[in-house]
């Protein structure tokens, strides 16, 4: 079974500030990963994903990620956040082969300031 | 283009009745799923379907049943309600299958927000 750790709960920051969000999983296969968005209200939607290739994924709205198979990390980042980044991301695993069924975090709550 | 359609939106339940949340996806996707979202918890699988006629067990199956008749709808009924049931839930719907490029990607219902009084 895989499992996926994000490890902020909440991140506040600035508006232009870049932001990081953290995401770990664990497993004892191969995986595919991905982080999704929710705005308020609404259901989630991708952001990106990696499936195989290059460790430096891009997403929508200028954010990106990179696979760290070592580090089984795939963290989020955007190098200048605004305030319709306001929502709640969430890191997502499943198994390369079987059914794809996939486990998600418990989200981060990116909080973009004025 | 609808995708994933969740009915109703906003429910309230007095303990011990019953109801049925209807998910609807028109992209002829094989995978269909239901979600909970509750507050710190992230999204928790109830039930699942990799196909018509076909139903498994998530992380949270308790006091729910699912069924897929047809391959575009997938039910989430609640036979005797109780306040912990109290919850949004998301049906997201996927392609499924080996070989898609959208493998592993869900699209998402808009939620249904369901009250346990």
């Known amino acids: 079974a895989q499992s996926v750790t994000q490890l902020d709960s909440q991140v506040p920051v600035f508006e232009e500030a870049p932001v990081e969000l953290r995401c770990n999983y664990s497993?004892?296969?191969?995986?595919?990963l991905f982080w999704y968005v929710q705005y308020p209200n609404q259901g989630l939607q991708l952001l990106l994903k990696?499936?195989?290739?290059?460790?430096l994924v891009k997403g929508i709205n200028g954010f990106e990620a990179e696979f760290n198979k070592s580090q089984t990390s795939f963290h989020l980042r955007k190098p200048s956040v605004h305030i319709s980044d306001t929502a709640e991301y969430f890191c997502?695993?499943?198994?390369?082969?079987?059914?794809?069924?996939?486990?998600f975090g418990r989200g981060t709550s990116l909080i973009v300031h004025p | 283009n609808a995708g994933v359609t969740q009915t109703p939106k906003f429910r309230v339940l007095k303990t011990g009745q019953s109801m049925t949340l209807l998910c609807a996806q028109d992209?002829?996707?094989?995978?269909m799923y239901w979600y909970r979202q509750d507050p710190g918890m992230g999204l928790r699988l109830i039930h699942y379907?990799?196909?018509?006629?076909?139903?498994a067990k998530g992380e949270v199956p308790d006091g729910y049943n699912v069924s897929r008749l047809k391959k575009q709808n997938f039910l989430l009924g609640l036979e005797s309600a109780a306040p912990s049931q109290t919850s949004v839930y998301f049906c997201?719907?996927?392609?499924?299958?080996?070989?898609?490029?959208?493998?592993?990607?869900?699209?998402f219902g808009e939620g249904s927000r369901l009250t346990v009084l």
């Open positions: 997201a719907s996927s392609p499924g299958g080996f070989g898609y490029r959208e493998v592993g990607e869900l699209f």
């Open positions: 497993s004892s296969v191969s995986v595919y």
């Open positions: 990696y499936l195989s290739g290059s460790t």
């Open positions: 997502a695993v499943s198994r390369t082969g079987g059914s794809y069924i996939p486990t």
């Open positions: 992209m002829n996707h094989e995978y």
């Open positions: 379907s990799v196909g018509e006629g076909t139903t």
